[in-house]
């Protein structure tokens, strides 16, 4: 069956690099995600990375996908303490594009 | 304000009884989902939607049900709650837009609802 496998935690110091991997298993997955969520709130979209490409850059987010490894990764520059949060990964699987998300990273930042 | 809410954002309750999460957006979109968050788990999907009357079981629906009675309305019911079912549940809306020739669909999720079963 899909599933989506991250680590569960990482943690870096105040203006580091920050590097979240994750690895899928459905190879047609058209999408992927990387959702962010805040203590005591809900998920959040962050980004996401159609599967043709192999990255995508967003102000401090980079993006980059191995489609041939099912591998996709988030690298956060110049990480900074409002960045601690959870990180999900997920895939779109199926002709109705349902979402299935990893298991979520847990970034602490330290000052 | 909000535009997916959830109520009750807190609820206790004991082993047996029948409880309803409510879930309500004003989005406009005709998906919503039903998933529980548990520490090490992560998110499991229950129920979705994708549209009034639409019912779909998700990854874990045994205990659960939905009703969907209008677009901006999903709620959830424990029909008889146990312990195991303690967990943050969170509701979202899902938007469909095309790119590149295929379905790319974004989440909107609601704050959550923390429920401990006594």
Not at chain 1, 45 to 72: A, C, E, G, P, W
Request: net charge positive; with cysteine.
């Amino acid at each position: 069956g899909e599933d989506v496998e991250q680590s569960l935690f990482l943690s870096v110091r105040e203006g580091d690099s920050s590097v979240i991997n994750c690895t899928y298993t459905d190879s047609s997955s058209t999408y992927l995600y990387w959702y962010k969520q805040e203590p005591g709130a809900g998920l959040q979209l962050l980004t996401y990375i159609f599967s043709n490409m192999d990255m995508k850059q967003d102000q401090r987010l980079t993006v980059l996908l191995n489609k041939k490894d099912k591998h996709l990764s988030l690298r956060i520059a110049d990480t900074q303490t409002g960045d601690s949060a959870i990180y999900f990964c997920a895939e779109s699987i199926g002709s109705q594009g349902n979402l299935i998300f990893g298991k979520g990273t847990k970034l602490s930042v330290k000052p | 304000d909000a535009d997916v809410t959830q109520t009750p954002r807190n609820r206790i309750t004991k082993t047996g009884k029948r409880i309803m999460l409510e879930c309500s957006q004003t989005k406009g979109h005709d998906r919503m989902y039903w998933y529980r968050q548990d520490p090490g788990l992560g998110l499991r999907l229950i129920y979705y939607s994708f549209d009034v009357k639409d019912i779909n079981k998700g990854e874990i629906s045994d205990g659960y049900s939905v009703s969907r009675q209008a677009q901006a309305k999903f709620s959830l019911s424990l029909e008889s709650a146990i312990p195991n079912q303690t967990a943050l549940y969170f509701c979202a809306t899902g938007r469909k837009s095309t790119g590149q020739g295929s379905l790319r669909e974004t989440q909107y999720f609601g704050p959550g609802t923390r429920l401990l079963v006594l």
